[in-house]
């Protein structure tokens, strides 16, 4: 498969599950945190699929289309390893949804992160609350959900916060 | 519909239009050009998709994954407007296919673009070579191509060269 027929199945994998995430949270009050705002497309997606839901982006930079970019107070700049265990400083309520997709290249780097994510990450979402990532974060306490029709098996992941 | 919508539509169309061209061009002989490198996801798409062609690529700088980088015979660095016109002292003979994506967000200056390029484009090419385009070429001698299912009418083009 080329890079270009894998790019579009992420892609698609990607929006496919935050899409099927959007229904599942239905009823979860609560802000969404999205982790690496990137240029800004996956974040315009969010604010159009739940447009009632404040967004809080983080990221170390803003590199994204000038249409894209939260304002101030939704924008959290920094290195997460700092910004995400201080979250709740800047986040008042406990989140619905959390969208992770900062892997790269680098498997060994994308595992550890992984590993430390999921937990700082726990504390701060609701009860029903859903992680949709693009590395494997198993968390004690979340319930691994099937993915959308036509999603590949390990592609993208969801969770449910219990 | 969001950037990611957007982007998504995109990418699909430009890998279907390319599947569809290289059917077009399979009693066609002659080498790829491929204009704008990128990150190399359609230069490793079409190599893929037509492995017994050269291709040979025009981009200003090589910033694509370094797996997806061609040799410097077939790497035509610089600005299109001087390596275009020049490009019969680097590619041998006519080619079959040339693919364009180098659009930009600033719609006058990607037609001013267009309008220059397909000229520029019409003496490389065999003739039955098909031009995929993500902007309107619309050249004397240039037959425009329905296409395929599934891809929205002006997210893509293709031309047929007689």
Redesign the interface.
Known sequence: M????S??RR??A??DCLDRAAELIADVPGPVLELGLGN???Y??LR??LPGREIYVFDRRVAA?PD?IPDDRHMILGDIRETLPAANRRVPEPAALVHTDIGTGNEAANLEQARWLGPTLKPLLAPGAVVVSDQPMPVEGWEELPLPAGVPERRYFMYRNR
């Open positions: 080329s890079r270009l027929d790019f579009i892609m698609s990607q929006r800004g497309r996956t315009d997606h159009e699929l289309h894209c």
